[in-house]
């Protein structure tokens, strides 16, 4: 019990600065020693954890190239629940439901040091929103035509830096990461750094929790720029 008390802490220190939580849950088998498939679910919040902000739900594989280096796709369907926004002529545009659908490959490359692994993923991250009718209402809150929200295509690159600490005869592992997201479709403009710290508990060999802090530096079509708490159960398991 001593390691989940040490999360409890850890979630309910950093629980009263959130601005959002997000939550997931999610399996990984691995096929042979070189293949493994994943699944998840995710749901998030927003507004001190007041409003949801999205869920999505996705698949991957990762392959084992060589031992230090691994390749990985995965594929996502997210909907995102947009805000109620005023136009600059005073119309009102209420909350709507956006979905997105996301396409990734990227590269990990790891290496150990002692009992120190650091690893760098290089990701290249495509999401194409899709195109809409939303409701539209003037300041007296008059029907009007719907408002055309057009499909757009983003692509990024993904640039993470992690290192993990394995403890001896210690089911917690901590770890933290540097993440910058760089726009492939603006000559490779920083948009946003994610910086995470947080630890992996392994319950036994099927069942682990992972719960972290992180800090979003810039707001995008994605999520808000602050502090953010996460939780996220994975069951690991050999077809």
Same mark, same amino acid.
């Given at each position: ?13 950093? =629980?009263?600065?959130?601005? &959002?939580?997000?939550? *997931?849950? %999610? $399996?990984?088998? @691995?096929?042979?020693?070189?293949? /493994?498939? !994943? ?90 929103? =899709?195109?809409?009718?939303? &409701?539209?209402?003037? *300041?007296? %809150? $008059?029907?009007? @035509?719907?408002?055309?929200?057009? /499909?757009? !295509? ?86």
């Amino acid at each position: 019990m001593k390691p989940f008390l040490i999360l409890l802490m850890l979630a309910s220190t950093i =629980t009263a600065s959130a601005q &959002s939580l997000w939550t *997931s849950a %999610g $399996a990984k088998g @691995d096929v042979n020693k070189r293949l /493994s498939l !994943t699944a998840e679910a995710e749901y998030r919040t927003t507004d001190q954890l007041k409003a949801t902000d999205r869920w999505d739900i996705g698949v991957g594989a990762q392959y084992k190239i060589l031992k230090w280096l691994k390749a990985g796709a995965a594929f996502t369907f997210i909907d995102q629940r947009e805000p109620l926004e005023v136009t600059k002529k005073g119309n009102i545009i209420p909350s709507y439901w956006q979905p997105k659908y996301r396409y990734s490959v990227g590269l990990t490359g790891s290496y150990t040091i002692s009992r120190l692994e650091l690893s760098l993923r290089e990701q290249v991250q495509f999401t194409h929103r =899709t195109s809409q009718y939303v &409701s539209k209402y003037s *300041s007296s %809150g $008059a029907a009007k @035509d719907d408002e055309y929200i057009s /499909s757009k !295509t983003k692509t990024k690159l993904r640039s993470r830096l992690k290192a993990e600490y394995n403890i001896r005869k210690c089911p917690l592992t901590p770890f933290a990461s540097f993440e910058i997201y760089n726009s492939l479709n603006d000559d490779m403009h920083t948009d946003k750094i994610r910086v995470t710290a947080g630890a992996d508990w392994r319950i036994n060999k099927h069942n682990y929790i992972e719960l972290y802090y992180r800090y979003i530096d810039h707001s995008d079509d994605d999520e808000p720029h602050g502090n953010i708490i996460g939780v996220g159960y994975t069951y690991k398991f050999r077809f």
